[in-house]
């Protein structure tokens, strides 16, 4: 949602996942809350409340900066498998840039820091560094070519504290403009081995009209 030219507030979150379930450990780190020998579970996934400003526009030779800040609210089930219910914190430089004639090509970046809580030992976090790369190249009027990889990196000396891995997703896909809507379909590989190892994902975009025009 645009608060105004220059600030976006987001909500993000998923309201049921589902887990299909091929083994269970007999000793889990954390208990599980699903009867045994179930072969499937789902619940409600964590939720983010984050802040995007826009710090300066993009210009000729220089790339627009913003920052973006938020907090990850404990919303899931950890005994269901489909998260941490933890309460976690991040912020992120952004960058963007236009390459080519009429801007073509649209470049994304960010980096920063994120503040994880370790879910199974006590007064314990993980400060780890995220980044993210895209590109969007527009193959029509309608039809995008888009790609990226995002992910969180340990800073620790050592391995992570169990439930703050690292992960990282590479996804490749198109994004189509019809009927006033976006269509996006991509394919997605892990790379690394706590991310997972392949999917897709599908989604379709809105753009609402003004709500919350400025006071004149």
Same mark, same amino acid.
């Given at each position: 949602?645009?608060?105004? !030219?220059?600030?976006?507030?987001?909500?993000?979150?998923?309201?049921?996942?589902?887990?299909?379930?091929?083994?269970?450990?007999?000793?889990?780190?954390?208990? *599980?809350?699903?009867?045994?020998?179930?072969?499937?579970?789902?619940?409600?996934? +964590?939720?983010?409340?984050?802040?995007?400003?826009?710090?300066?526009?993009?210009?000729?030779?220089?790339?627009?900066?913003?920052?973006?800040?938020?907090?990850?609210? !404990?919303?899931?089930?950890?005994?269901?498998?489909?998260?941490?219910?933890?309460?976690?914190?991040?912020?992120?430089?952004?960058?963007?840039?236009?390459?080519?004639? +009429?801007? *073509?090509?649209?470049?994304?970046?960010?980096?920063?820091?994120?503040?994880?809580?370790?879910?199974?030992?006590?007064?314990?976090?993980? +400060?780890?560094?995220?980044?993210?790369?895209?590109?969007?190249?527009?193959?029509?009027?309608?039809?995008?070519?888009?790609?990226?990889?995002?992910?969180?990196?340990?800073?620790? =000396?050592?391995?992570?504290?169990?439930?703050?891995?690292?992960?990282?997703?590479?996804?490749?896909?198109?994004?189509?403009?019809?009927?006033?809507?976006?269509?996006?379909?991509?394919?997605?590989?892990?790379?690394?081995?706590?991310?997972? =190892?392949?999917?897709?994902?599908?989604?379709?975009?809105? +753009?609402?009209?003004?709500?919350?025009?400025?006071?004149?």
């Amino acid at each position: 949602m645009g608060l105004s !030219p220059n600030v976006e507030f987001q909500l993000e979150g998923v309201a049921q996942n589902f887990l299909s379930i091929n083994s269970a450990s007999t000793n889990p780190a954390i208990p *599980r809350n699903f009867a045994a020998g179930a072969n499937s579970t789902n619940g409600t996934g +964590d939720f983010t409340l984050a802040t995007k400003i826009k710090l300066r526009n993009e210009t000729r030779r220089g790339p627009s900066l913003g920052f973006r800040f938020g907090v990850e609210l !404990p919303n899931s089930s950890e005994g269901r498998g489909v998260g941490l219910n933890q309460t976690n914190a991040f912020g992120t430089i952004l960058v963007g840039k236009k390459f080519g004639r +009429d801007g *073509r090509l649209n470049t994304f970046g960010n980096l920063g820091l994120g503040i994880y809580t370790a879910p199974t030992q006590l007064f314990t976090q993980n +400060d780890m560094l995220l980044y993210g790369v895209a590109g969007i190249f527009r193959l029509t009027d309608n039809v995008n070519l888009a790609a990226e990889i995002n992910g969180r990196a340990n800073t620790r =000396r050592g391995g992570a504290p169990l439930g703050t891995e690292p992960l990282s997703e590479a996804r490749f896909g198109l994004q189509v403009k019809t009927s006033g809507l976006r269509f996006d379909v991509a394919g997605i590989a892990g790379l690394t081995n706590f991310s997972p =190892r392949s999917g897709i994902t599908f989604g379709v975009t809105y +753009d609402t009209p003004t709500v919350f025009a400025p006071v004149k």
